[in-house]
Nanobody, 116 residues
Framework: QVQVVESGGGLVQPGGSLRLACAAS????????VAWYRQAPGKQREQVAS???????NYADSVKGRFTISRVNVKNTAYLQMDGLKPEDTAVYYC??????????WGQGTQVTVSS
């Protein structure tokens, strides 16, 4: 059974940094595209960043230059490094993994709050 677990969220001041982790079990993360999404209260879930099996990355305009997605397949883990955080980055962040056959799994989410 495939499981995805996010960690690393928390409370941080504006301008600060956090690193989120997405750990997969029951499968080999290297065969999946990994994407991070976020959902703020009252808003739709939006994709923040993604990385393909070949390492190609993509970012939402709102986080370009501040967030970095990466993956360490030998650890079955992907990361989202978030720098220069802003209050508008406050949201629950979710990790999604998608196989070549378009099977997807989601984690339970981790809360990120940016506030002084």
């Amino acid at each position: 059974q495939v499981q995805v677990v996010e960690s690393g969220g928390g409370l941080v001041q504006p301008g600060g940094s956090l690193r989120l982790a997405c750990a997969a079990s029951g499968t080999i993360l290297g065969i999946y595209t990994v994407a991070w999404y976020r959902q703020a209260p009252g808003k739709q879930r939006e994709q923040v960043a993604s990385v393909t099996t070949s390492g190609t990355t993509n970012y939402a305009d709102s986080v370009k230059g501040r967030f970095t997605i990466s993956r360490v397949n030998v650890k079955n883990t992907a990361y989202l490094q978030m720098d220069g955080l802003k209050p508008e980055d406050t949201a629950v962040y979710y990790c999604q993994i998608t196989s070549r056959t378009l099977q997807t799994s989601w984690g339970q989410g981790t809360q990120v709050t940016v506030s002084s």
